[in-house]
Each structure stands twice: as structure tokens, then as C-alpha cells.
Nanobody, 121 residues
Framework: QVRLVESGGGLVQPGGSLRLSCKASGFIFSIHDMAWYRQAPGKQRELVASLSPRGQTTYAEAVKGRFTISQDIAEITLDLQMDSLKPEDTAVYYC???????????????WGQGTQVTVSS
């Protein structure tokens, strides 16, 4: 079964940057919506940024102007560039794809295992 694998999390000081990346563990026939979510301790999972098949992006108000979502078509990865990080950005970040694993299979929700981002001095 195809899984999403995230990388790039870690500990960074306030004002610093991190780049998250997400890649499928196997073959993906087609990708529809893509997004990054995050979940802080004691809070619900929230949408951080999304990317539509037409390249339209949306961002949570809290990260506008600081985060950038993008897709590397050649590598088939979804990235999240995070700049000017704040302590309140601390959370587990999850990659999400709405994708078809193979021809003839309906699109389904695929999630990564999550990667920890900690912003602290």
C-alpha cells in the first residue's frame, strides 16, 4: 500500500527556516489535491496550506507571507518552505494527498506519518 513519507522537520530558533518534503513510497497514477496540515499539542489538526491541480494555493491566515507550498513535478514531491518561524508554529506537520494509486482506482486520502517541527530558543 502506498504511503506518504515526510522529511525535514526538526528544532529551529524563532525567525529561522525549515523545508518540509513529502514523497510517495510507491507508484501514484494521478494526484488531485495536495496539502499540509499541522496539529499542536491539545489542539485539533488544522489546514496550513493547499495546492490544487491547477496550481492554486491557499494558506491559513497565521502562515500567510511566511510559508510557501510547492510541488516538484519531476521528483513528485510536495514541499513546504517555512520562513520566519514562530514558537506558535510548533506542531506535528502532516502531508496529505488526494490521489489514485493506480489506473481504475478511485482517488483516496493519503496521509503521511507526521514530522515534528519545534520552534524554540
Amino acid at each position: 500500500q502506498v504511503r506518504l513519507v515526510e522529511s525535514g522537520g526538526g528544532l529551529v530558533q524563532p525567525g529561522g527556516s525549515l523545508r518540509l518534503s513529502c514523497k510517495a513510497s510507491g507508484f501514484i497514477f494521478s494526484i488531485h489535491d495536495m496539502a499540509w496540515y499541522r496539529q499542536a499539542p491539545g489542539k485539533q489538526r488544522e489546514l496550513v496550506a493547499s495546492l490544487s491541480p491547477r496550481g492554486q494555493t491557499t494558506y491559513a491566515e497565521a502562515v500567510k507571507g511566511r510559508f510557501t507550498i510547492s510541488q516538484d513535478i519531476a521528483e513528485i514531491t510536495l514541499d513546504l518552505q517555512m520562513d520566519s518561524l514562530k514558537p506558535e508554529d510548533t506542531a506535528v506537520y502532516y502531508c496529505y494527498w488526494r490521489a489514485s494509486p493506480n489506473r481504475g482506482i478511485s482517488p483516496r486520502d493519503l496521509w503521511g506519518q507526521g514530522t515534528q517541527v519545534t520552534v524554540s530558543s
